[in-house]
């Protein structure tokens, strides 16, 4: 169905920046419209699984030039990003929404020197914005970290450390909370072929380990995708254009030799911009067929961990880069053709789904709390629970001894710990399926 009545010149990003996320059985969906005399970025949702959609609302200035948005999705907020070229130098902006999408404010510009567009990922109230910056003749990549839910952000990092002219764009950007991992395209060993480096944080950014190239050669359109300790990277490889993936089973110390997706045979009838969901041993990535005319959208899907894969199914006609979401057991698929902004669902796709809810696994769904962070933390730290309902919290100190106890209800919590002398704290967690204990240090 078509999602965005009234639209003209409807437009996405490329793979590396999401622009649908599911939550529970609630779709969020951007994209850039033209149906103004200036392009905003415009803002979709369904709280149905997909039957029906809400009228589609600017959230930025519909007399700007705001293309290539991207979202992540933690509960009730939004975070958006975005490439607004109205001035002079190019600017990524971001922008927030604390209740599901109903109202959006806190627009800020991240970076007035931007070369490419920026990405956006979360984990509670820590909020990653991805740089491409105009440095030194070329384009790098850069990070920003708020950890006030976008309340502002700290100093850029720079994370792609090619100086000089050349080319370290479109990064791919995902956080579980604990680590960061980020993947680009780079140029540095040949200016005229591009190769897919990888970097990670273990410390949500105050480290970062070295870069690490994970292909050799023409190699483009990366992004990342996590499923618990497994980092993804799927890219287009090859002098016929293949999507293909790489994976690490040790959240990013070691990666496999390389999974080929798709089957094109045919040099030029290229196929590329992957963008994949997973849950453990099943994946599931669409692609972008191309040039042939018109493009496609290509389906595959794997049911063991991405050793085999099925054939391609064609979803339908496109004018860009396909996205995939997941809400147990159905598959959602949007993508761009014609000027208007497409979507279709396949009610079964996921049979063998192990999710609950989206990003969280049934195994995990029984447990109370799934996560504290920042960790260390300064000011106050966010408890992510692994299902709603009414939790009971204890905090103990190293010695054993209980200094606070609370309710609260909801995915998560803002602890303030002002008022904790520096130390290794406990966090104990009860509702009314288990009990969780999870350590934390204040710094």
């Known amino acids: 169905m078509n999602i965005s009545p009234h639209a003209m ?18 779709l969020h969906v951007i994209w850039s419209d033209h149906r103004t005399k200036g392009y905003a970025i415009y803002y979709s949702r369904s709280t ?8 589609a609302v600017p959230i930025t200035d519909t007399m700007g030039r705001g293309r290539m948005p991207s979202l992540a999705v933690c509960g009730k907020n939004i975070h958006v990003v975005w490439w607004d070229s109205i001035t002079k130098n190019a600017c990524s902006y971001y922008e927030h929404s604390t209740d599901g999408g109903n109202t959006w404010g806190g627009k800020m510009c991240i970076d007035s020197n931007t070369e490419f567009w920026p990405g956006v990922a979360v984990a509670g109230s820590t909020v990653l914005v991805s740089l ?53 395209n780079d140029n540095r060993n040949n200016p005229a072929d591009l190769e897919i480096y990888y970097r990670r944080s273990k410390d949500m950014g105050v480290t970062w380990d070295p870069e690490v190239a994970i292909t050799d050669s023409s190699s483009y ?4 995708f996590l499923d618990s300790a497994q980092v993804n990277v799927a890219f287009g490889f090859g ?14 110390s070691k990666w496999n030799s390389g999974l080929r997706v798709t089957a094109n045979a045919t040099k030029g009838n290229d196929v590329a911009y992957p963008f994949m969901v997973c849950d453990e041993k099943n994946l599931y990535m669409v692609s972008m067929g191309f040039p042939t005319n018109p493009w496609q959208v290509w389906f595959n899907q794997s049911n063991d961990g991405g050793a085999t894969w099925s054939s391609q199914t064609i979803l339908g006609s496109c004018h860009g880069t396909a996205f995939i979401a997941l809400t147990c057991p159905v598959l959602h698929v949007v993508w761009p053709n014609g000027g208007a902004i497409y979507y279709t669902r396949n009610p079964t796709g996921a049979p063998s789904c192990s999710n609950n809810v989206t990003g969280v696994k049934s195994e995990e769904a029984l447990q109370t709390v799934l996560a504290i962070y920042p960790d260390p933390v300064a000011n106050n730290a966010t408890i992510l629970f692994g299902r709603e309902g009414i939790h009971q919290v204890e905090i103990y100190d190293i010695t054993g001894r209980k200094i606070n106890a609370f309710k609260c209800s909801g995915r998560e919590h803002i602890l303030s710990c002002n008022a904790l002398p520096t130390g290794v704290y406990f966090a104990r967690v009860v509702d009314e399926a288990s009990t969780k204990t999870i350590k934390f240090i204040k710094q």
């Open 9 to 26: 010149n409807a437009s996405m990003n490329e793979n590396m920046g999401p622009c649908i996320v599911a939550s529970h059985d609630t």
């Open 48 to 55: 149905d699984s997909g039957h029906t959609w809400s009228i």
């Open 132 to 184: 491409d910056k105009y440095f030194s003749g070329g384009s790098v990549v850069f990070l920003v970290k708020s950890v006030n839910n976008g309340m502002n952000f700290g100093p850029e990092q720079q994370i792609s450390t090619r100086v000089g002219k050349g080319r370290s764009e479109d990064q791919g950007t995902a956080t579980d909370g604990k680590y960061i991992h980020m993947c680009w």
């Open 221 to 224: 359109s990366p992004m990342v």
């Open 239 to 252: 002098n016929i254009l293949n999507s293909w993936l790489r994976q690490s089973n040790d959240s990013g």
